[in-house]
């Protein structure tokens, strides 16, 4: 199976901190995503990645970075924290590849709050 | 631009009885589109796919989808609810121009009574 684990399930971060979310997958996936999610939005695409060193904006990246340096691993970054980007973040992952080519997997999701 | 979406909120139906969850996309060319369950405090659970080939498309749990090109619609349905089916449920599309993008809808609410 597949398995996309995102490294912090919740977390409580102060306005103006540096927020890391971190989040690794383990079926050699070229692509991978960090959604966000809110009641009644749906998931929102914050940026995605098509491989390492490689990133694109989404639909809402404003306040975000990322950082793919490895195939494996792709880390959300909020520079200076606000109190509207409290919300559940969801990493996920994909490939053009095989069977499952397509479909994308999700981790379990961060629950980030921002006080 | 790809877009999709979910009608209702909220279906509520009886144990027992069969469900319907509606989708319905907008995409240029042919879309690949997908069914996804997210229990709560979880992350999204793949169910289904249509990517070609057969319109009705089987997937976890006894979930099954239907394609309508001429209707554009993708909607989830399953014979004999169960209270467990009870979750949010996207639909989501990607094709055409969008390329690695696909667009989730708002989600649907799925109460099953017992």
């Known amino acids: 199976d597949v398995k996309v684990t995102q490294s912090s399930r919740y977390l409580v971060k102060r306005t103006g901190e540096k927020v890391f979310l971190e989040c690794v997958q383990d079926m050699d996936h070229e692509n991978m995503f960090w959604y966000r999610q809110d009641p009644g939005l749906g998931l929102r695409l914050i940026y995605f990645s098509y491989d390492v060193k490689m990133k694109e904006k989404g639909d809402i990246p404003e306040g975000y970075s990322v950082s793919r340096e490895k195939k494996e691993r792709f880390s959300l970054i909020l520079e200076s924290a606000s109190t509207n980007q409290t919300s559940m973040y969801l990493c996920?992952?994909?490939?053009?590849?095989?069977?499952?080519?397509?479909?994308?997997?999700f981790g379990e999701g961060s629950w980030l709050t921002v006080v | 631009a790809q877009s999709v979406a979910q009608p209702e909120d909220q279906v509520n139906v009886a144990e027992g009885n069969p469900l319907t969850v509606k989708c319905t996309y907008s995409?240029?060319?042919?879309?690949?589109l997908f069914w996804y369950v997210q229990y709560p405090n979880r992350g999204l659970q793949f169910l289904l796919k249509y990517i070609t080939g057969d319109n009705l498309v089987k997937g976890s749990y006894g979930f099954e989808a239907e394609f309508n090109k001429s209707q554009t619609s993708f909607h989830l349905k399953k014979p004999s609810a169960l209270v467990s089916d009870s979750a949010l449920y996207f639909c989501a599309v990607r094709g055409g121009t969008g390329g690695f993008k696909t667009i989730f809808g708002a989600g649907t609410r799925l109460f099953v009574k017992a």
């Open positions: 996920a992952s994909s490939s053009l590849r095989g069977p499952s080519g397509n479909t994308i997997y």
């Open positions: 995409v240029s060319g042919n879309p690949y």
